[in-house]
């Protein structure tokens, strides 16, 4: 991958559109922007420069967008940023055009018989990290952003996009590397010419970034129910209307009801958007001793639903077992409207045939919600990479605390360890393997 090539690609969504968004990246642009705008002598724009001579960064000019021998391509809306007031930090071209798919070929063939190339997936955003414009924690939100649905998913990425993230990590970064080289530093003193709490100093502020580091990593079960959905499992014996209650939720008929029992004989999933949270609702095969193959299978994937269950809605009717099958559980008594009794304590009585108790079922879900995500209050979006090396900056202040005997060479070596950490979650420390993995999660025109 060459740093240095012009780059092309479709920045909006691909398929028909009223307009289209083409982003060209490269060095020494403005040439070319020029002739974008005016590609042949004496030919005037709508909005140009004064005296039309040269062009204006982020000016929006509206031209007839011309291939090499005078065709008109389209008409279209071209915008030039300077290097290094961009995205990328290189000089960028943005080409409003229509959205129609022979319209964006024959731009793309225009532009290659420019010598630029079409851009990898992430490319962009490459280059803006290596340009100094985005670290890792913003291309992580990025992504994220990119592929939010809910309203919490697009807060926690836009937070973590615009550089929420990054400063927490790069003020734990900072004490880090100033106490590993203090640390460092003193083994060139001898004991009496230090001060005489020296040691509790260093171990006090130590302990507050892994006390800062495990209330982090404490909010990941919050920080993933946010980005990947809240996992609710609905389950029960065959016959009590699990599929019914699933339906009814979800507002369609995407599971099948039936009063022949074992019905259900997968997981049928729906997602849902509860007060923007994103839920991921199951609708699992019926718990019962069986000798079918297939059924058993079911029965297998229910029990491996509620072990990964957020939530799990154990659905009986009046004759059923009350017997709890998670400590996540919010018991249901469905059929409500064939008896008379309420005595059930802590359940919750509905009809998913008349939609009677179905409010109060979902009033009580959106509690659970909200004790889970604590009411989307989550310091910083953590992913998997993420995660796995807050583990390791954790593991390492907590070595330099619980293993320091007066060596304050190891001692420093741990906590530079744990900078390091933070370093490659920021990609200040970083391997090409990281890299990749990151931006090949991104869209082409990103």
């Given amino acids: 991958m060459n740093n240095n090539d012009t780059i092309f690609a479709l920045s909006s969504g691909h398929g028909k559109s009223g307009v289209a968004v083409i982003r060209i990246s490269g060095n020494d642009l403005e040439k070319f922007a020029q002739r974008l705008v005016l590609p042949f002598a004496g030919e005037g724009v709508r909005r140009g420069t004064p005296g039309g001579s040269g062009i204006v960064p982020r000016h929006a000019y509206f031209t007839n967008l011309r291939d090499d021998n005078g065709e008109i391509i389209d008409q279209c809306v071209v915008i030039y940023f300077a290097a290094p007031h961009s995205f990328t930090g290189t000089d960028i071209i943005e080409i409003q055009c229509h959205g129609a798919p022979a319209v964006i070929n024959k731009i793309f063939e225009f532009l290659r018989g420019h010598n630029m190339r079409v851009a990898t997936p992430g490319e962009f ?228 045939k008349t939609g009677a108790g179905i409010p109060e079922l979902m009033h009580e879900i959106r509690n659970r919600i909200a004790e889970i995500t604590n009411n989307g209050e989550s310091t910083v979006m953590i992913n998997a990479r993420t995660y796995d090396l807050l583990m390791t900056a954790r593991d390492e202040l907590f070595a330099a605390l619980n293993d320091f005997n007066g060596d304050y060479d190891i001692l420093s070596e741990h906590v530079r360890y744990a900078a390091d950490a933070i370093g490659k979650i920021l990609g200040t420390i970083g391997t090409a393997e990281i890299l990749d993995m990151t931006f090949s999660q991104l869209c082409l025109g990103k």
């Fill in 125 to 352: 955003s490459r280059r803006a990290f290596y340009n100094g414009k985005m670290d890792l924690t913003d291309v992580d939100g990025l992504v994220a952003l990119l592929d939010a649905q809910t309203d919490k998913q697009r807060a926690a990425a836009l937070r973590s996009m615009m550089g929420g993230d990054s400063a927490i990590y790069e003020n734990w970064r900072d004490q880090m590397l100033e106490i590993s080289a203090y640390a460092a530093a003193m083994t060139d003193y001898d004991a009496d010419d230090l001060p005489p709490n020296i040691s509790d100093i260093i171990l006090e502020h130590i302990k507050t970034l892994y006390t800062a580091v495990s209330g982090v990593l404490d909010n990941y079960k919050v920080s993933r129910a946010i980005m990947c959905g809240i996992n609710i499992a609905i389950v029960g014996e065959t016959n009590v209307g699990k599929s019914s209650l699933f339906n009814r939720i979800v507002g369609a008929n995407r599971a099948i009801v039936s009063d022949i029992p074992g019905t259900t004989r997968d997981v049928v999933s729906a997602q849902m958007d509860i007060d923007g949270y994103m839920v991921n609702l199951s609708d699992t095969a019926g718990l019962r001793n069986t000798v079918d193959f297939v059924e058993k299978i079911g029965i297998e994937r229910t029990n491996t639903e509620i072990a990964n269950a957020d939530i799990v809605l154990h659905v009986i009717d009046i004759n059923g077992s009350v017997t709890p099958v998670a400590e996540n559980e919010i018991l249901v008594i469905n059929k409500s409207d064939t008896i008379d009794s309420r005595d059930i304590r802590g359940a919750i009585y509905v009809s998913a």
